[in-house]
Each structure stands twice: as structure tokens, then as C-alpha cells.
């Protein structure tokens, strides 16, 4: 009588604790805490192995918690998106997939994804070209020695993109052209003033001879052609004064 006093207490203690373990897992999955939910299942689940209402409950946990999961995935990949981060939409996409997410749960973001990804490569196209066009123009300019023209074209490249190669390319080729043209400015100065001092002992061919080395490097250069235009004056009328006597 003893031994089946305390079975029918132990019974009656499972079920109390059966009973409120079931409420407590059914809060905790009501709640949200699918892991509370599925402790107080698995508990539920020793005490009674073989009750459907137990394994129903174990179920409804799981699908609620996958559920949860790829919902806050997806909303991870959204809010990527919505920054235009499109890295972090990659790897939230595939953290989805890893929690069980299907290709039906993650469709809508991937179209986004893909829509957002081929708006960039249609940008980076435009912005190319605009680039290519800007370095094209910069480099006539710097063909003609017009360094503002070249200098107007490589600012507008770089606000279109700043490390743009071709633009870093055409920055050095104007700071390059830039000494040239300080070199052969200087050369042209050294021409002229032997241009001068030749003129001055008479010796009109030197001083042409001079000048045109100045013309050579800077083409139009008006001194020069000036110096050019006195020593053959100079040359005519010395001749024509020889001729005389």
C-alpha cells in the first residue's frame, strides 16, 4: 500500500511538472525565446517520450525559430541594401542560407540585390566614359601646351573618380611637360642672350643662327623671331653698304 502511495505521488508530481512545463514552454515560444521554449520541450520530452502533444510542440519551436532566423537574415540583407552596401547584402545572403532560408524566402532580396548590382555597373560604365572623355580632351590641350585647358579636363576627371589611373596618368604628364617647358624656357633665355651679345659684335649669322635654336624649342617664340627679323635687317644693309663703296 506504501509502494503504490508513492507512485501514485510520483505520478501525480509528474504531471504537476508535465503540466507546468507546458505552460512555461508554450509562454516562452508565445514570448519569442525559442530557446527557452525548446529546453522546457526537451524536458517535457523525458517525462513524456511518446506524447504527440510534446513532439508538436518540439516542432512548432523549431519552425518558429527557423522562421525567426531567416527573418532577421532577410532583414539584415534589407537593411545592407538600403545603405547600398552590397558586400554586406552578400555575406547577409549567405548567413540566411546557412540558417536554412530557402531560394522563396530570399527572392525578393535577391532580385534587389541583382537590380542594385547591375545599376553600379551601368554607373561605373557612365562614370568610365565620362573619365575617358575628360583624359581625351586634357591631352589635346597638353598636346597644344594649354595647361589650363589640361589642367580644367584632369580636375573634372578626378571629381568623377578620384583614383581614376588614366587621370593619375595625365597629372603626370602635365607636371612632366610643365618642367619641360621650364627647361626649354631657360634654354631659350641662354639662346637669346647669346643671340644679343652676337648682334652686338656685328656677327649677324650667329646671332640668326642663335635665335632659330631658340625658335626650335619653342616655336613662335616672339623675341627670337624678333632677334631673327633684326640680325637679317642688320645682314641686308651691311651687305648693301659694302656694295656701295
Known amino acids: 500500500i506504501l509502494e503504490a502511495s508513492r507512485s501514485r505521488q510520483i505520478e501525480t508530481a509528474n504531471e504537476s511538472r508535465v503540466e507546468q512545463l507546458l505552460i512555461e514552454a508554450r509562454q516562452c ?36 525559430s527557423r522562421a525567426a532566423k531567416v527573418s532577421g537574415s532577410v532583414a539584415e540583407v534589407e537593411a545592407c541594401l538600403a545603405s547600398g552596401d552590397l558586400d554586406c547584402a552578400e555575406r547577409a545572403l549567405a548567413t540566411a542560407r546557412n540558417d536554412g532560408a530557402t531560394s522563396a524566402d530570399l527572392y525578393d532580396v535577391e532580385q534587389q540585390l541583382r537590380a542594385q548590382q547591375t545599376e553600379l555597373v551601368r554607373l561605373a560604365e557612365a562614370r568610365a566614359t565620362r573619365v575617358a572623355a575628360e583624359i581625351s580632351a586634357g591631352e589635346e590641350c597638353l598636346a597644344r601646351s594649354d595647361f589650363s585647358c ?55 649669322s650667329c646671332s640668326v643662327a642663335r635665335a632659330e635654336s631658340a625658335l626650335s624649342l619653342l616655336p613662335g617664340e616672339p623675341n627670337a623671331k624678333a632677334m631673327i627679323k633684326r640680325a637679317e635687317d642688320a645682314q641686308r644693309k651691311l651687305k648693301m653698304n659694302i656694295q656701295i663703296e
Do not use: M, W
Request: proline fraction near 3%.
Open 150 to 204: 589640361a589642367e580644367a579636363r584632369l580636375d573634372a576627371a578626378f571629381a568623377e573618380q578620384a583614383n581614376a589611373p588614366e587621370a593619375i596618368a595625365l597629372e603626370q604628364s602635365i607636371a612632366a611637360a610643365k618642367r619641360q617647358l621650364a627647361a626649354d624656357q631657360e634654354r631659350v633665355r641662354l639662346f637669346l642672350a647669346q643671340a644679343t651679345e652676337c648682334f652686338e659684335r656685328r656677327d649677324y
Open 29 to 64: 515560444r508565445a514570448e519569442g525565446d525559442y530557446a527557452c521554449a525548446r529546453i522546457k520541450a526537451q524536458e517535457l520530452q523525458q517525462l513524456k517520450p511518446d506524447d504527440p502533444t510534446v513532439s508538436e510542440l518540439i516542432a512548432s519551436v523549431d519552425r518558429l
